[in-house]
């Protein structure tokens, strides 16, 4: 059965600093992995999608990587800002259905 | 473009009660999921729509959950009766399909959810 771990369950950093989120997963037979990002009240928004076959993508300040083998992604944001601040999520596609972590709250003081 | 839109976005019911939520998903995605988040735990799928047909109804937590897609477009999931164990948030999600193995791996757009509170 797919477990997907999120850490740290919450981050609080000051502006400007670039910070790593971690995302694992223990079973590697997925289709993709997203990475969403979630502000109180609202839905998810989707930030990066990697396939299975890619190692990173990358959006703006946003920079996503993913070793299948060792069930492991992170989501590095670069210069974060208070704006950043919000929930992050990570899930594994397997067959169609995504698998969710607890997701990561960041706090970006200015 | 819209994205994708759920209605209502809260909901407020006594225990037995039936409610109805909609969800209705970008123009031209034939995939719809539905998800849902319990107080205190993750985001979990509950079933899978490719058009009208279900694809995956594997979470569905038991058969007082019904979901429906006439027609492809726009879905429906009714609770009835519903629980208290029910409350939480209820994630409608879309994606494009342009063939079956594609469609698996395309992103899926969530809407913004409806807040369903069971009293």
């Known amino acids: 059965k797919q477990e997907v771990t999120q850490i740290p369950a919450a981050l609080s950093v000051p502006e400007g600093e670039n910070l790593v989120l971690n995302c694992s997963f223990t079973?590697?037979?997925?289709?993709?992995l997203q990475w969403f990002r979630q502000d109180p009240g609202k839905g998810l928004t989707s930030l990066l999608l990697?396939?299975?076959?890619?190692r990173e993508q990358t959006s703006g300040r946003l920079n996503a990587s993913l070793d299948k083998s060792s069930g492991r992604s992170t989501l590095y944001i670069a210069a974060s800002q208070p704006g950043d601040s919000a929930t992050y999520l990570c899930?594994?596609?397997?067959?169609?259905?995504?698998?969710f972590g607890q997701g990561t709250e960041l706090s970006v003081k200015p | 473009e819209a994205g994708v839109t759920q209605f209502p976005s809260h909901s407020v019911i006594e225990k037995g009660q039936t409610v109805t939520l909609r969800c209705d998903p970008i123009?031209?995605?034939?995939?719809l999921y539905w998800y849902r988040r319990v107080m205190g735990k993750e985001i979990k799928f509950l079933l899978h729509?490719?058009?009208?047909?279900?694809?995956?109804e594997s979470g569905m937590p038991n058969n007082r959950f019904l979901a429906e897609r006439t027609g492809g477009t726009y879905s429906t999931l009714k609770v009835q009766p519903a629980e208290l164990e029910d409350s939480g948030v209820y994630f409608c999600?879309?994606?494009?399909?342009?063939?079956?193995?594609?469609?698996?791996?395309?992103?899926?757009?969530f809407g913004p959810g409806t807040r369903l509170l069971v009293l």
């Open positions: 999600a879309s994606s494009l399909q342009t063939s079956r193995l594609a469609g698996l791996q395309e992103t899926q757009y």
């Open positions: 079973d590697s037979a997925i289709y993709n």
């Open positions: 990697i396939q299975s076959s890619q």
């Open positions: 899930a594994v596609n397997q067959g169609g259905k995504l698998i």
């Open positions: 123009s031209g995605h034939d995939n």
């Open positions: 729509f490719v058009k009208e047909s279900k694809q995956d």
